[in-house]
């Protein structure tokens, strides 16, 4: 499934956020979007989300424009995975994976067997089937991160969108996190997220957004998206590109550490 955004503008108030932002993900795609703090990513998310509604432009679910569906509608194509999840109760993996089922529930409908066995299926799809009876309270960040895109999976929504999913994990669990975004895209899966890490976006990323000031800098592979020169109009700081394992791997350096 296919998601389009189309000349998508936002303002809180009288202070504009997005402008003009267009770019369209593909079945299978896995796009990040890539900018520093406070341009407006977290912004777009939520404007194609569906969570603010007084942008102008489109927002395309498969040519079908997003604000037609209900959020029970909305929720059958598109699961969020967010940066975090801080339940108030003392829930279990299991329950927090079966909370992804909800939208596929009338109001006052028990889950039933077959709820359970996509809970099932979803967290051996993600490696964390030991990890069932678990409090979630108790996993480390990537088990936690894991977890929620478990829960994600069970909505059985085309459309993954990941807020900063590597945000405050340790490296290891950084890794964890995108292998498993990168294969869910493999499977078909159309998966966005948005970061502050140009090398992982790099490595995992079949495309790459940058935005800065709220509108779109550049957008295109990584190898035409991380070069010296957008970092430095992206980030404001200048920066040796070194090219690693025959182009399968970038790094920035500042360039006052090795001048």
Known sequence: MSIEVKHLSFSYGDRPVLHDISFQVEKGEFLSILGPNGVGKSTLFRCVLGLLSGYTGQVLVDGIDS????VREAAKH?????????????????????MGRTS????????????AESCLWAMDKVG????????????????????LIARALVQNAPILMLDEPTANLDFGNQLLVLE??????????????????PEQSYMYSDRILA??????LTEGTPEQVLTEDT??????????????????ARICIPTHIIA
């Open 67 to 70: 604000r037609s569906y209900s």
């Open 78 to 98: 598109i699961a969020y995975i967010p940066q975090s999840c801080r339940p108030i109760f003392n829930y279990s993996v299991f329950d927090i994976v079966l």
């Open 104 to 115: 596929g529930l009338s109001t006052f409908r028990s889950p039933k067997k077959k709820d």
């Open 128 to 147: 964390i089937s030991h990890l069932a009876d678990r409090c979630f309270h108790r996993l480390s960040g990537g088990e936690q991160q894991l977890v």
């Open 180 to 197: 498993q975004a990168r294969n869910l895209a493999r499977e078909g899966y159309t998966v966005i997220q948005t970061t502050h890490h």
């Open 211 to 216: 935005i800065q000031k709220g509108r779109v």
């Open 231 to 248: 970092m430095r109009a992206l980030y404001g700081v200048d920066v040796n590109v070194v090219s690693l394992y025959n182009d399968n």
